[in-house]
C-alpha cells in the first residue's frame, strides 16, 4: 500500500515536472514571440474572427497588438504584418527571408502540392517564376504584343456590348471573356469565341476559385483541410472545378506537342515544352509536364479572375461616381480622341485615368490578406523573433488603406494619386499585387490590361445608372482570401456560397421587385442556368432565359421560384440581374453611347 502511495507520488511528481518544462519553454518561445491573443487548444483565435470578414479582425487585433503579432489559425501559428512600414521593412528590406510562399491548403490543392509558381518554394519556383517573366516579356515585344492583343480583345469586347442593342447586360459576363482571352492568346495561342462551350466551362470553373477562398467554406478547408476533405459541402466544387481545368489544360498540351514546330513557337506552352526538350537529360530540372500544368494553371487562373472583378467593381465606382466617369471622358476626348484605339503609351498623357485606375485597386482591396508567406530562417523582426517556417500575412488591406499614406484611406477618391498640378503622383504604399521577391508575375500585364479596357470602354461607351446612385452598394459581398463584389442578383448567389444555405424565396422576390422593371415593349434578360447544379457539369451559357416585357410580375415569380426551388445557384451564371444596357446605334462623333447600369 505504501509502496503504492510512493510510487503514485513520484508519478505526479514527473508529471508536474514535465508539465512545468513544457508551460517553460513555450513561454520562452512565446515570449520573443510578436505578442497577440491569447488562443485556446485546437481552435487557436478562430473564434474571435468574424466569419465575412476577416482582415476587420486582423485590423481591429492590430489596433491591440500593434503592427506584428501573432495569432493562431487552428494549430496554425501566424505573424501578421500590418501597415505600410512594416510590411515594406519585411518584404522588401528583408525581402530574402519573408520571400517564401507560406502554408495555404487551398493553394496547396490548385499547386497538387507545390507545382507551379504561386505554391513553390526555393529552385523550383526561382526557375519557373523566371521563366514565365522572361516569356512573357518577350511576347510582349513580340511580332504580335501583348498590347495588339489587349487592343483587339477591347475591340470585341465593345462589338459585343453593342450587340446587345439596348438590351440590359451583366458585364461580368462579357469582361471574363474578355480577360481571359487576352492570357489564353499568350499562354494558349489563340482566343476563343464568346460563345465557346468548352471556354465558356473553363470560364465557369475559374470562377470557383476565387468564390471558394472567399467563402467561409474555403477559410474553414485552409484551417482543418483533412477535415474539411471529409464533410460535404460547396467547397467540393472547388475541388472538382481544378480537376477539370487540369484536365483542359492538359488537352491542350497534348494538342501542342503534336503540332510543336522548334522554328515556330507560339505561345507559352509551345516555349516551355521547347525548355523541356532541351533539359530532358539534366536530373535536376524543374521544366517537366506537371510543371508546365500548373504553371499553365496559375496563369490561366491568375490572369482571369483578378483582372476581370477589378474591372467589373471599377465599373460599379465609376457608375457610383459620374463625375470621375466625365473627367475620364474628357481625358479620352484630349488625348484619344475617337478615331484611333488607346494604346499604353497614352497613360502618360492621361493622369486623371491612370489616378483613378490606381484609385480603384487601392479602394477595391482585392486580395485584403495578401497570399500567405513564410520565413525561411529564424528573423529578428521588430524586436520579436519569428521562427523558421512560420507563416506570414502581409496584411495588404492595411497597407492599401495605411491612414498614414492616405488622406481619407476608406474613401474612394483619385486624388490620392494626383499632386496639386493634376499631375499622377506615385505612392509607395500602393501594393495591390504585393511587394518583393514575390511580387505579381502579372502586374505588367493587369496593369496594361486595365487601362486598355477601361479607356476603350469609356471611349465608346458612357454608363447610366438606372437606380438612386444612393442604391449602388459597394460594400463586397464577400470577402475572405479575397474580396468578391457582385451586382444585382449575383450578390445573392455569391452569398448563397458564403452561406451554402438557400435564402428563403422571399428575399429572391423582393429583389426581383425592387431591381426589376419589365416595361411594356422593353426586353429584359435575367441570365439563368436551366440545370440543377447537383447534375450541372457544365455551365450552362446558352441556358438563358429570356423573359420578356408583358409578362405579369406574378408569372414572373412563379417561374423563378420554381426554378429556383429545384436549382440552387452556382455561379455568376445564377440569376444575374443585368446589369447594362447598351445603346444599339454607332458612335456619333463627339458624343459617346450609352451604356446603362441597373
Ligand atoms: C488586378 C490584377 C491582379 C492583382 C491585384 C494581383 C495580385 C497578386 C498578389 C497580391 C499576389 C501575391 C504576391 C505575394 O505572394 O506576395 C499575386 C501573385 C501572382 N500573380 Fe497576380 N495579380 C493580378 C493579376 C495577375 C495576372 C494578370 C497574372 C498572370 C499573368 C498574375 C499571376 C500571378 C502569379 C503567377 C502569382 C504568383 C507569384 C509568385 O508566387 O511568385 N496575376 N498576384
Known amino acids: 500500500m505504501e509502496l503504492f502511495g510512493v510510487t503514485a507520488l513520484l508519478l505526479i511528481v514527473c508529471a508536474v515536472f514535465i508539465l512545468a518544462t513544457i508551460v517553460r519553454t513555450r513561454r520562452q ?74 502554408h495555404m491548403p487551398l493553394l496547396d490543392k490548385l499547386s497538387s502540392g507545390g507545382h507551379g509558381i504561386a505554391g513553390s518554394n526555393g529552385e523550383r519556383w526561382k526557375q519557373l517564376r523566371r521563366f514565365s517573366l522572361t516569356t512573357l516579356r518577350n511576347f510582349g515585344m513580340g511580332k504580335r504584343s501583348i498590347e495588339e492583343r489587349i487592343q483587339e480583345e477591347a475591340h470585341f469586347l465593345t462589338e459585343e456590348f453593342r450587340k446587345t442593342n439596348g438590351q440590359p447586360v451583366e458585364p461580368f ?32 470553373y475559374l470562377n470557383e476559385i476565387p468564390k471558394c477562398a472567399a467563402s467561409v467554406w474555403g477559410q474553414w478547408y485552409n484551417v482543418y483541410p483533412k477535415v474539411m476533405e471529409k464533410i460535404p459541402g ?60 500548373h504553371t499553365t494553371i496559375d496563369l490561366f487562373a491568375a490572369g482571369t479572375e483578378t483582372v476581370s472583378t477589378t474591372l467589373q467593381y471599377g465599373l460599379l465606382i465609376l457608375l457610383k461616381h459620374p463625375e470621375v466617369e466625365e473627367r475620364i471622358h474628357q481625358e479620352i476626348n484630349q488625348v484619344i480622341g475617337r478615331n484611333r484605339s488607346p494604346c499604353v503609351e497614352d497613360r502618360a498623357r492621361m493622369p486623371y485615368t491612370d489616378a483613378v485606375i490606381h484609385e480603384i485597386q487601392r479602394f477595391i482591396d482585392l486580395l485584403p490578406l495578401g497570399i500567405p508567406h513564410k520565413v525561411t530562417q529564424d528573423i529578428e523582426f521588430n524586436g520579436y523573433v519569428i521562427p523558421k517556417d512560420t507563416t506570414i500575412y502581409p496584411l495588404l488591406n492595411s497597407v492599401l488603406q495605411d491612414p498614414k499614406q492616405y488622406m481619407r484611406p476608406h474613401e474612394f477618391n483619385p486624388g490620392h494619386f494626383l499632386d496639386d498640378k493634376g499631375k499622377f503622383c506615385r505612392n509607395d504604399a500602393f501594393m495591390p499585387f504585393s511587394a518583393g521577391k514575390r511580387i505579381c508575375v502579372g502586374e505588367g500585364l493587369a496593369r496594361m490590361e486595365l487601362f486598355l479596357f477601361i479607356s476603350t470602354i469609356l471611349q465608346n461607351f458612357t454608363l447610366k445608372s438606372v437606380v438612386a446612385l444612393e442604391d449602388i452598394d459597394l460594400t463586397p459581398s464577400l470577402s475572405g482570401v479575397i474580396k468578391l463584389r457582385c451586382c444585382g442578383g449575383c450578390t445573392h448567389s455569391e452569398r448563397m456560397w458564403g452561406n451554402a444555405i438557400p435564402f428563403p424565396f422571399q428575399q429572391h422576390y423582393s429583389l426581383f421587385q425592387s431591381r426589376f422593371e419589365l416595361k411594356p415593349g422593353q426586353i429584359g434578360s435575367i441570365l439563368m442556368p436551366l440545370k440543377t447544379y447537383g447534375r450541372l457539369q457544365e455551365p450552362p451559357p446558352n441556358n438563358l432565359l429570356h423573359i420578356t416585357s408583358g409578362m405579369p410580375p406574378l408569372n414572373l415569380c412563379i417561374t423563378l421560384q420554381s426554378l429556383y426551388s429545384i436549382h440552387p445557384p452556382l455561379s455568376n451564371g445564377f440569376l444575374l440581374f443585368s446589369h447594362a444596357s447598351v445603346s444599339p446605334s454607332p458612335p456619333p462623333a463627339t458624343e459617346f453611347s450609352q451604356l446603362t447600369v441597373i
Do not use: W
Open 173 to 204: 459576363f462579357y469582361l471574363s471573356r474578355a480577360v481571359s482571352n487576352v492570357i489564353c492568346s499568350v499562354v494558349f495561342g489563340h482566343r476563343f469565341e464568346y460563345d465557346d462551350q468548352r471556354f465558356l466551362q473553363m470560364l465557369h
Open 29 to 102: 518561445e512565446t515570449a520573443r514571440l510578436p505578442p497577440g491573443p491569447t488562443p485556446l487548444p485546437i481552435l487557436g483565435n478562430l473564434l474571435q474572427f468574424s466569419g465575412k470578414e476577416v482582415f476587420k479582425t486582423f485590423i481591429k487585433f492590430a489596433e491591440k497588438y500593434g503592427s506584428v503579432y501573432t495569432v493562431y489559425m487552428g494549430m496554425e501559428r501566424i505573424v501578421v504584418l500590418c501597415g505600410y512600414d512594416t510590411v515594406k521593412s519585411a518584404l522588401i528590406e528583408h525581402g530574402e527571408i519573408f520571400g517564401a510562399r507560406g
Open 234 to 293: 460547396p467547397h467540393h466544387r472547388f475541388f472538382q472545378a481544378i480537376e477539370r481545368i487540369e484536365e483542359f489544360i492538359r488537352e491542350k498540351i497534348k494538342m501542342h506537342q503534336e503540332t510543336l514546330d522548334p522554328n515556330f513557337t507560339r505561345d507559352f506552352i509551345d516555349v516551355f515544352l521547347l525548355k523541356m526538350e532541351q533539359e530532358k537529360d539534366t536530373t535536376s530540372t524543374e521544366f517537366h509536364m506537371d510543371a508546365l500544368v
